[in-house]
């Protein structure tokens, strides 16, 4: 498969799965089982980060938390759908498994490795229950879908 194809499939993949967590995130937070959305904590502990080190720092505006939230979150998405693409192009993984694992290696690397490492956010077994497992199964959606577009782009 060329590069262009395998990274295209990625990227779109990666795309739609990053696009179809937030629904899940928004509804998990209505129902009470997170406070606010993942991408949205990283970006106020990041403003609040930044804030601190260049003393530049005040109150986010809720429309600019909420375009960046999000735009920050789907580039990280189609980032690591890329990533994606090229991994699939030599192990020729399953769309489904292969989706999922991947989903799930990501929320290992960001949860557990550079979000705490980074002060982001604490590691899942320092959060409550919705806030670690919510973003533990969007992470799964993101895989699914995910695998299943970029599969669909190679087959094209």
């Given amino acids: 498969m060329g ?8 990227v779109a993949g990666g ?13 998990a937070r209505r129902l009470g089982l997170i406070r606010e959305s993942p991408p949205a904590r990283v970006i106020d502990r990041a403003a609040a980060t ?10 986010v505006d809720q429309d600019e938390r909420t375009v960046t939230s999000i735009g920050s979150h789907m580039l990280y ?8 693409g090229l991994v699939q192009d030599e192990l020729k ?9 991947y989903g799930i290696a990501l929320w290992t690397a960001g949860y557990i490795g550079w979000l705490p490492a980074l002060g982001v956010l604490h590691r899942p077994w320092q959060q409550r229950t919705g806030d670690a497992l919510v973003p533990f199964a969007a992470h799964l959606v993101y895989g699914i879908a995910l695998g299943r577009v970029d599969a669909a782009v190679r087959q094209a």
């Fill in 3 to 10: 590069l262009s194809r395998s990274v295209i499939g990625g």
């Fill in 15 to 27: 795309v739609v799965g990053a696009a179809a967590m937030l629904p899940l995130f928004e509804g």
């Fill in 50 to 59: 930044a804030g601190q080190a260049t003393e530049i720092g005040g109150p």
């Fill in 77 to 84: 998405g189609a980032a690591a759908g890329a990533i994606y």
């Fill in 93 to 101: 993984l399953p769309a489904d498994p292969g989706g999922m694992a």
